[in-house]
């Protein structure tokens, strides 16, 4: 299936900072998907980017989609202990299936 | 709504044993995917079904695993038998459409598989 690199892994923040996390593919996608995982929980659907240089936004959270639709980002403004969890990107290209990156788990320091 | 609804939240078994996931979609969706998470490979699509019907089981492992889905509204994911390297967090999520690349999905709590 489609592969998506997810960097970083891991992350440590001071509450109130910024935190960013990226997707890239090697291939054109189709679309791109963000989750958030708390931890012990399950993952939950934050929202779903299709078209070149889209960018969303939900309060503190930004999502961008490349022009080129091969990368993908989120960036949370100054961060909450309630930010806490792992962030996946999920893609798809020509295979037409959804397959997760690795995530990116952040811990917010308070 | 009560969501995606599986069964057991915690499994503990011995190897060699059969183990049967159970998995409740959100009634109207009409897709349903079974996902395995670990440290070491992340989240992978295992089956998933549109309509009750298998479409895609490329991701299961191997003979040992089976997953069918009777009705609309249930589903079952069996290890038989069961491997320490089975362990790990079983999902079930659905949406609603043909199972497709752009459909939003809802995950259940998963089943926490512990196969000593």
């Known amino acids: 299936g489609q592969q998506v690199m997810q960097i970083p892994q891991y992350q440590h923040v001071q509450e109130g900072e910024d935190f960013t996390t990226y997707c890239n593919s090697s291939?054109?996608?189709?679309?791109i998907q963000w989750y958030k995982q708390r931890p012990g929980g399950h993952p939950v659907f934050l929202i779903q980017?299709?078209?070149?240089?889209e960018v969303k936004k939900q309060k503190r959270l930004t999502f961008q989609f490349g022009e080129a639709k091969k990368n993908s980002s989120l960036h949370i403004t100054a961060t909450q202990t309630t930010d806490v969890g792992t962030y996946f990107c999920a893609a798809s290209g020509s295979a037409r299936q959804l397959t997760f990156g690795s995530g990116t788990q952040l811990t917010v320091l308070p | 709504d009560a969501g995606v609804i599986q069964s057991p939240r915690h499994e503990v078994t011995e190897m060699g044993q059969e183990v049967t996931l159970r998995c409740k979609p959100i009634?109207?969706?009409?897709?349903l995917f079974w996902y395995r998470q670990t440290m070491m490979r992340g989240l992978e699509l295992l089956i998933y079904?549109?309509?009750?019907?298998?479409?895609?089981d490329s991701g299961m492992p191997e003979d040992r695993f089976s997953a069918k889905m009777p009705n609309a509204s249930f589903s079952t994911l069996k290890i038989q038998p069961s491997e320490p390297r089975d362990s790990a967090v079983y999902f079930c999520?659905?949406?609603f459409g043909r199972g497709g690349y752009n459909e939003k999905l809802f995950f259940g709590s998963g089943t926490q598989l512990s196969v000593l």
């Open positions: 009634s109207g969706h009409n897709s």
């Open positions: 291939t054109t996608l189709s679309n």
């Open positions: 999520a659905s949406s």
């Open positions: 980017l299709v078209k070149s240089g």
């Open positions: 079904f549109n309509n009750n019907v298998p479409i895609d």
